[in-house]
């Protein structure tokens, strides 16, 4: 089983920054993607921002510009720092990680056996930021 633990949410002035952490843990093999999903008052959950594990990043449009995410790889964990925060920021933000494990019991004996994927979610942290 994966966990992941997130940390870093709170309260937050406009204007202001803050920083997200999210530690995978359990039975991983590899983390190809992992990044941060928000769900704002009365709307759908979103893409904020996600790295895979080669670099590459994705971001919401309403983000982009003022928050970076960042990956510690043998850490297995990501970050999120968000600056230049706005009231509309205001969100419960969910850490989510795309996790490998072992080997599938139908590729096993494979030339190149693959690795089942799962996605995992965090709890979530409240981010709250005010005029």
């Known amino acids: 089983q994966v966990q992941l633990a997130e940390s870093g949410g709170g309260l937050a002035q406009f204007g202001g920054s803050l920083r997200l952490s999210c530690t995978a843990s359990g039975s991983i093999s590899g983390i190809p993607n992992m990044g941060w999903y928000r769900r704002r008052p009365g709307k759908e959950r979103e893409l904020v921002a996600t790295m895979n594990d080669g670099g590459g990043t994705e971001y919401g449009n309403s983000v982009r510009g003022r928050f970076t995410v960042s990956r510690d790889n043998p850490k297995k964990t990501v970050y999120l720092q968000m600056n230049n925060l706005k009231p509309e920021d205001t969100a419960v933000y969910y850490c989510?990680?795309?996790?490998?494990?072992?080997?599938?019991?139908?590729?096993?004996?494979?030339?190149?056996?693959?690795?089942?994927?799962?996605?995992?979610w965090g709890r979530g942290t409240q981010v709250t930021v005010y005029p």
């Open positions: 989510f990680a795309r996790v490998q494990g072992g080997f599938t019991a139908e590729t096993i004996m494979r030339d190149k056996p693959q690795r089942s994927e799962s996605n995992y």
